[in-house]
């Protein structure tokens, strides 16, 4: 899975915003888009990380089996006023064993991401997600970058291009892992600068779509 570098953008006040959105190579087969009818279930084997301390972060499959979302309680990173030194950076790791039907095979096709920020001027703000699973070598990330002045909501997406998809093994269950960061940098500002994605503040949450194929 290969994802481009997202290059910096300034964001308007009070914007919902979708950055490097990267566009599909080309279509999908149609045999490859529909998702299998049977059950897919979702085992979480660990969720580690500053952003995700035990018990504030979940994850429900999409009934129609179309992906899955995630949810955070306390995710969110700050810098400067009566911020903590180790608040300036939160990643938060899931990890998943993907249950599938036989014969067939997934690979993440996008995901989107909702969330907050309060940046004061020249503050900038990082969001960062890699997906990868095991045994795999593609290990690749994307970048999301915020700047000040913003008080508001954001929406980032990532897409994977159809040629460069990352096909799960078929007949294997394998860890599928999903490991998001969170930045903040106050700048020149003395003020205190906050990038959150947080289920507590409304319906803010991380949804990751599968593509489908047979194996």
Known sequence: MTFRQAGARLLTLATVIALSTLSLSGPAHAEDS??????????????????????TAWVSMQPDNTGFRIYYS?????????????DIRKNCQVNLLVHIPQGF????????YWGRAHLEPGATALERTNYYVQGSSDNN??????????????????????????WAP????????VNTELRVDSGSSSATSTISLRASEGDVYTLVNFQWRRC
């Open 34 to 55: 529909i998702p299998p009818g049977g059950q897919v279930t979702l085992d979480v084997q660990t969720v580690n990380g500053s952003g995700c301390p035990a018990g």
């Open 141 to 166: 990330y994307a970048d999301h970058y915020f700047a000040g002045p913003f008080n508001g909501s954001w929406h980032t997406v990532d897409i994977t291009a159809a040629a460069e998809l990352v």
């Open 74 to 86: 306390d995710f969110r990173a700050a810098d400067g006023g009566s911020s903590n030194p180790t």
């Open 105 to 112: 095979t997934y690979a993440i096709a996008r995901a989107d």
């Open 170 to 177: 078929c007949g294997v269950t394998r860890s599928l892992n």
